[in-house]
């Protein structure tokens, strides 16, 4: 079953890269008032129903992928 | 009559870089600076752990989030729950709090550079196992170099768990933090490399401070349990 986490810094937290692309994007003439970057992890994860993998992956995402401290995450699963 | 060399392990993940330069370090501070390789699970009769710099696992996903949960760490950790010394120094600050033994969180420089000098930093605490031989608001000249130290606490960090400042923040650090300990003051991390700095011909010498009071610490450690 395939799912996708999406790990975002958490409001509040300063993003420089964030503010590197909104200004790099302010330059190229788009209007941006907001940039913040997060990154994406693409699983393939061995589990009986959808619900199953996104408990999975949740726990995966307490101990390991995401630092709770300054991260927010999102568990998205797609049924095979 | 000999005084003892306490033991100080200091500990080497695939990635790390300043071990070597911590034992030496350790071991011109009269330490018996001992390496211990991150598969060893157990830390019998060491009287300190130094987690050093470097870049272990890559970086990948986060600094320090990896090597949380290679072998050594929780034998790292129940060394600390039993009372024990630990200091981590740049990764190994960054190892200790994705660990949960020190609060907060490393995050790129503000600048999205790495850099790489002399920070001056102030000493908030002397009266740790790690600062005894410096006073407080003593200024101390201590290199970093580093592209992910930009410290961020927890909400509810207690401010007596700073133990030093940045005079000239390289970073962005919330608070002008560069090193904390944990609410017991057994564990301790900090961004700049106090083993780059034990000998004036190296730049500074201020580094020696923090080591020499581990030192310090470790063998009245050592003494007390003989």
């Not at chain 1, 061995?46 to 630092?67: G, T």
């Not at chain 2, 000249?141 to 992910?148: A, M, T």
């Not at chain 2, 991390?189 to 080591?211: R, Y």
Request: hydrophobic share 45%.
């Amino acid at each position: 079953m395939k799912a996708t986490v999406l790990v975002r810094p958490k409001p509040g937290i300063l993003d420089p890269q964030g503010e590197a692309v909104g200004s790099a994007l302010g330059h190229l003439g788009f209007a941006v008032r907001d940039a913040r970057v997060g990154k994406v992890i693409d699983l393939e994860v061995d589990a009986a129903s959808p619900a199953e993998a996104k408990a999975q992956v949740e726990r995966m995402c307490e101990r390991l992928l995401a630092n709770p401290l300054i991260e927010s995450y999102e568990v998205e699963v797609s049924a095979p | 009559m000999t005084t003892p060399r306490p033991r100080i392990g200091v500990v080497t993940y695939p990635g790390s870089q300043d071990d070597r330069d911590a034992l030496w370090a350790l071991a011109a501070l009269d330490a018996d600076a001992v390496p211990v390789w991150h598969e060893e699970r157990e830390l019998a009769g060491l009287d300190a752990v130094v987690l050093p710099g470097g870049f272990s696992y890559g970086d990948y996903l986060r600094c320090g989030a990896i090597a949380r949960f290679s072998p050594v760490t929780p034998a790292v950790c129940e060394f600390a729950e039993a009372g024990g010394l630990v200091l981590g120094i740049c990764n190994g600050f960054q190892i200790l709090c994705e660990a949960g033994l020190l609060p907060g969180a490393l995050l790129r420089n503000a600048s999205l550079r790495f850099v790489c000098r002399d920070a001056r930093l102030r000493v908030e605490r002397n009266l740790l196992p790690f600062t005894s031989r410096c006073t407080t608001g003593q200024v101390l000249v201590i290199p970093v170099k580093h592209g992910d130290g930009r410290y961020v606490p927890p909400p509810d960090l207690d401010p007596g768990q700073v133990v030093l400042r940045y005079v000239d923040n390289p970073n962005g650090s919330v608070d002008d933090i560069a090193g904390v300990c944990n609410e017991a003051g057994n564990v301790m991390g900090l961004m700049p490399h106090p083993e780059h700095a034990v000998d004036p011909l190296l730049g500074s010498d201020h580094g020696a401070l923090i080591l020499a009071s581990l030192v310090d610490s470790a063998r009245r450690r050592a003494l007390a349990a003989a």
